[in-house]
């Protein structure tokens, strides 16, 4: 199997890939706006359905505050790294984010924890990326280069927005669909209230695969080498799972399994990863 490296890597195939996934994300995002005013209808009809959209949506985080060292130590216990302290991650960074064309280079922050896991947080104008210690040792250079490539992606993607934007629309459904039960009888209304914080949920784990695809298509264009994004993803299956294998075994459950996951099957990843990077 050839593999195209990041700024040739079957460019004309991944903009198309991820123009499908920008129209999936909109779908998904109206589809959940939708059912809040639904909702909102059920229970106070025109002006009901007016009030719970505009409680839905909810105004912007401020990332600043939400990254800054302190928040950052308090909520996970994961310190800030200074460049003198790993120069040569602190330089992949760059490099990946100067691709990514970000306004600035993300904060890099170190949890104590030997779990392989690695978190994005913020927007392109303020964001972090937190490594794990196991992460940092137990993959190799060209791995934790595709990692933080992934989460690069999510920050250019603006998926903490997206995502959070998701979750409000999803309380502000649970909320609105429980006041309207609190004086339904039983019927048609009654099951549609009591059925959309489920559908709500489904949405919001459907928007954040769909993300989670898009970050690895993003991460195609700022890494040389795709196969090495393919190994770390390998390493982590093996690391949380224990198996190597990205050929799923079937099950009559499976595609309503997907439903109730917030990330895609790691083999469904490596897949996509290896028909968008070959030729």
């Not at 695969?209 to 264009?221: G, K, P, Q, Y």
């Not at 009559?252 to 997907?258: A, E, K, N, Y």
Request: net charge neutral.
């Amino acid at each position: 199997m050839a593999y195209r490296c990041g700024s040739g890597a079957t460019e004309w195939g991944i903009d198309r890939h991820r123009l499908v996934h920008r129209q999936q994300s909109e779908l998904v995002i109206g589809g959940m706006v939708l059912l809040l005013a639904t909702c909102g209808w059920m229970v106070g009809g025109e002006e009901g359905a007016r009030w719970a959209v505009r409680g839905g949506t909810g105004s912007p985080d401020d990332w600043r505050a939400v990254i800054s060292p302190d928040a950052m130590y308090r909520q996970f216990g994961a310190r800030l790294i200074q460049r003198h302290e790993w120069p040569a991650l602190f330089d992949m960074l760059g490099d990946i984010s100067r691709r990514a064309r970000l306004p600035r280079i993300p904060d890099i922050y170190h949890l104590p924890d030997a779990g392989m896991n690695a978190y994005a947080l913020g927007c392109p104008e303020a964001s972090a990326i937190t490594l794990t210690e196991g992460l940092l040792r137990g993959m190799t250079r060209g791995e934790i280069a595709g990692i933080l490539a992934h989460e690069v992606g999510h920050i250019r993607n603006n998926d903490g927005w997206a995502l959070n934007l998701a979750a409000a629309l999803h309380r502000a459904t649970a909320l609105t669909a429980l006041m309207g039960l609190a004086g339904t009888p039983c019927g048609t209304t009654a099951t549609v209230l009591s059925s959309a914080p489920m559908i709500g949920q489904m949405l919001h784990m459907t928007l954040s695969r769909i993300r989670e695809f898009d970050a690895d298509a993003v991460a195609l264009h700022l890494v040389d080498d795709p196969r090495a994004l393919v190994e770390a993803l390998h390493k982590l299956e093996h690391h949380h799972g224990g198996s190597r294998s990205w050929r799923p075994e079937r099950h009559d459950d499976g595609d309503l399994l997907r439903f109730l996951r917030s990330h895609p099957e790691t083999w469904e990843r490596v897949g996509t990863l290896i028909r968008l990077a070959a030729h």
